[in-house]
């Protein structure tokens, strides 16, 4: 017999080795004759989400929340899994039960900041980054969450105290990451370009000298992509007309895909999913077992299967007209949605080369992106992302719709207009007030949207023209078009 702790050591691990199967009934197990919230309540609802079954963990969620009160960690991981299912409202409401019983936990209130960020409370979440900061001065994430919040002006940004940090904290590579990009974001800022760039530059190489990365590998892998997609072909045996519901928002980081996404989810009747991996999940389910590699088996993946997939996670429930889907690299999928969802609607939207480089340098992403850290990297993934998108284009013609960024921002109300054209959206002009839009984001962009649509961010490398060289001359290399000034 395993004690409760045991069945929950047990439950993660299987968890974390995606062994879901196995980790479901220890944690039901666990859970079944609890009078008090438990962090295994966050487990098994983590559990069910990874199974594609939110409702059920909407359900588990619904329960441990009515029970006796419990650990600051249980609502935390509630809070998290919470997001997932779009419930961003109850979300802040867990996190603020996590940080009032362990006001001593910084990473409560940093989670805190981030929830209250997403859903555009900005003075809100400045003041819980500044409680996170204030119990552990090592707290570095809520540094540069800070920092993003807005921009920061001559009399009120934190650029001394930043420097002051990142002096004494020269030999602490953590620090030096996070602390050094939310300097170069003020001194950005504030138009000290040439300091700016300066700790963009140390940071990136912070982080990109913890990364084991090879760019590689994914030049192979868009080949192989390429490869196993020659041709598009759209089955006609199935009901397409409910796949018609569904927009995906794709192209690489910082491009523009949240601000299209502000656009479209300020018309009546359409919902976004967010940056999830709804789709790549549904493809990797239904991917054939055997001896090739998972280019040609995904590729082989009956369509019927995958579609199928994609409808039980993408809130297909929802009484939604429209369900938008923007997650930037499902442009690696772009063979697979038209297949196996013919009727879905297809954005990329495309940004000129050097603005697009320079902002994803400037970055600090996640997990994701590693490419982004290195002029080299850049260079070579942007040209083996353009020589995919090429491919995309010859095969799948009019499949896809492109989206301009520096169009976008110059002339939204065209720009949405045609779009939601496209999409078989009612347009209104009201859509492009997007600071008025009240639905939640939570990528990179998540403070930038609460602002009126701005297009000085256009042509943004020109303040460091003399530092980015080396990426133009990497990018010329690769024999992609820049403009004549660079």
């Known amino acids: 017999m395993h004690s409760s702790s045991s069945a929950d050591l047990d439950a993660y691990r299987l968890l974390r080795d995606g ?65 997932a299912l779009g419930r961003h409202e109850r979300a802040s409401l867990l996190y603020r039960r996590a940080s009032g019983l362990a006001p001593q936990t910084a990473r409560f209130w940093y989670n805190l900041a981030s929830c209250e960020r997403g859903l555009g409370r900005l003075s809100e979440a400045e003041a819980a980054c500044d409680r996170a900061i204030a119990v552990d001065a090592k707290q570095y994430p809520s540094y540069l969450l800070r920092s993003q919040l807005r921009v920061q002006t001559p009399d009120l940004n934190h650029v001394t105290e930043l420097q002051g940090q990142l002096a004494r904290l020269a030999d602490d590579n953590r620090a030096q990451m996070f602390l050094g990009y939310a300097l170069a974001k003020e001194l950005d800022d504030l138009e000290r370009f040439d300091e700016a760039f300066e700790w963009f530059a140390k940071a990136a190489q912070t982080r990109r000298s913890r990364l084991a990365y090879d760019v590689a590998v994914d030049e192979q892998k868009m080949q192989r992509i390429a490869e196993t997609f020659p041709r598009i072909s759209v089955g006609t045996t199935r009901d397409a007309s409910d796949t018609s519901k569904y927009i995906f928002i794709v192209g690489l980081p910082r491009s523009g895909t949240t601000l299209l996404e502000r656009v479209l989810t300020g018309l009546p009747g359409v919902f976004s999913n967010g940056e999830t991996d709804n789709f790549s999940r549904a493809l990797m389910d239904a991917t054939p077992a055997g001896q ?49 969802l013919p009727e879905a609607k297809i954005l990329l939207v495309r940004r000129a080369p050097l603005d697009s480089c320079f902002a994803m340098f400037r970055t600090l992403f996640g997990e994701a992106y590693p490419f982004s850290y290195d002029f080299n990297d850049l260079a070579r993934y942007f040209a083996a992302y353009d020589t995919l998108m090429n491919h995309w284009r010859t095969v799948l013609g009019d499949g896809f719709s492109e989206v301009v960024y520096e169009d976008l921002v110059r002339e939204p109300a065209r720009v949405g207009a045609e779009v939601a054209k496209y999409c078989g959206l009612a347009w209104s002009s009201e859509a492009i007030e997007i600071q008025k ?28 023209h003399r530092h980015l060289q080396p990426l133009i001359a990497a990018l010329r290399k690769k024999r992609v078009s820049l403009p004549d000034d660079a």
């Open 19 to 83: 062994r879901l199967a196995e980790a479901l009934p220890l944690a039901e197990r666990a859970v079944a004759d609890a009078i008090v919230c438990l962090p295994i309540h966050a487990l098994l609802a983590t559990i069910l989400m990874q199974q594609g079954r939110p409702n059920d963990a909407e359900d588990v969620i619904c329960r441990a929340v009515e029970l006796k009160t419990g650990v600051a960690e249980a609502y935390d991981g509630l809070a998290y899994v919470s997001m």
């Open 292 to 340: 090739d590699d998972v280019f040609v088996r995904a590729a082989a993946a009956d369509p019927g299967v995958v579609g199928a997939n994609y409808a039980v996670r993408a809130n297909t429930s929802k009484s939604h007209d429209k369900i938008v889907e923007k997650l930037p690299m499902n442009y690696l999928y772009l063979g697979a949605i038209r297949q196996s």
């Open 437 to 464: 839009n009240k639905s939640v984001s939570l990528t990179a962009s998540a403070a930038q949207v609460r602002r009126p649509i701005y297009g000085t961010s256009s042509g943004r490398w020109r303040h460091y």
